[in-house]
T-cell receptor
Framework: GENVEQHPSTLSVQEGDSAVIKCTYS??????FPWYKQELGKRPQLIID?????GEKKDQRIAVTLNKTAKHFSLHITETQPEDSAVYFC???????????FGQGTRLTINP | GAGVSQSPSNKVTEKGKDVELRCDPI?????LYWYRQSLGQGLEFLIY????????KSGLPSDRFSAERTGGSVSTLTIQRTQQEDSAVYLC????????????FGPGTRLLVL
């Protein structure tokens, strides 16, 4: 079955700098890759997603890139702000195959 | 509109007792998922319901775990004879149908087994 690896497990950056989180997946049939943000004690919230027919997607300060050949995708956050501090999860799935397979999460801390 | 809701928000139980966790999906969503999140870990798939189809139970860790979905809406996850390793946050998610990839999560039930 699908396996998703996420790195780093923790990341600390200065406010205003960029943060990059990377994930790799094992199943070449996976075609949907969402990123969730989870603040302490809160539910995971979808922040951006990408499908396999697209190489990059951007939404304001957040962007995701996908390399299908290498089976990896990355989250990029620019001009980081304190409210970006949270745990971020990547996931992979096959459309119609029901379940998301999650990475282990990255705890991002933005230092003022 | 209202999001996914779960109850209780917290549950403390003694080892060996049974517990029931409830999930109310977003109205009209036919797909419902249960995940488990252990402390500091990612989300682990447990079970999936789609309409009236047989559920995908492939993620249930043991036969002590079961789930039902009545009337295609509310779902209950039951854990029998709870063990300390069952302590985790149990998250429910729903999506409009099996082809709609985005899953919307509930706030979770934090289960502590003493």
């Amino acid at each position: 079955g699908e396996n998703v690896e996420q790195h780093p497990s923790t990341l600390s950056v200065q406010e205003g700098d960029s943060a990059v989180i990377k994930c790799t997946y094992s199943d070449s049939a996976s075609n949907y890759f969402p990123w969730y943000k989870q603040e302490l004690g809160k539910r995971p919230q979808l922040i951006i997603d990408i499908r396999s027919n697209v190489g990059e997607k951007k939404d304001q300060r957040i962007a995701v890139t996908l390399n299908k050949t290498a089976k990896h995708f990355s989250l990029h956050i620019t001009e980081t702000q304190p409210e970006d501090s949270a745990v971020y999860f990547c996931a992979a799935s096959i459309t119609g195959a029901q379940k998301l397979v999650f990475g282990q999460g990255t705890r991002l801390t933005i230092n003022p | 509109g209202a999001g996914v809701s779960q109850s209780p928000s917290n549950k403390v139980t003694e080892k060996g007792k049974d517990v029931e966790l409830r999930c109310d999906p977003i109205s009209g969503h036919t797909a419902l998922y249960w995940y488990r999140q252990s402390l500091g870990q990612g989300l682990e798939f447990l079970i999936y319901f789609q309409g009236n189809s047989a559920p995908d139970k492939s993620g249930l860790p043991s036969d002590r775990f079961s789930a039902e979905r009545t009337g295609g809406s509310v779902s209950t996850l039951t854990i029998q004879r709870t063990q300390q390793e069952d302590s985790a946050v149990y998250l429910c998610a729903s999506s409009p149908d099996r082809w709609a990839e985005t899953q919307y999560f509930g706030p979770g039930t934090r289960l502590l087994v003493l």
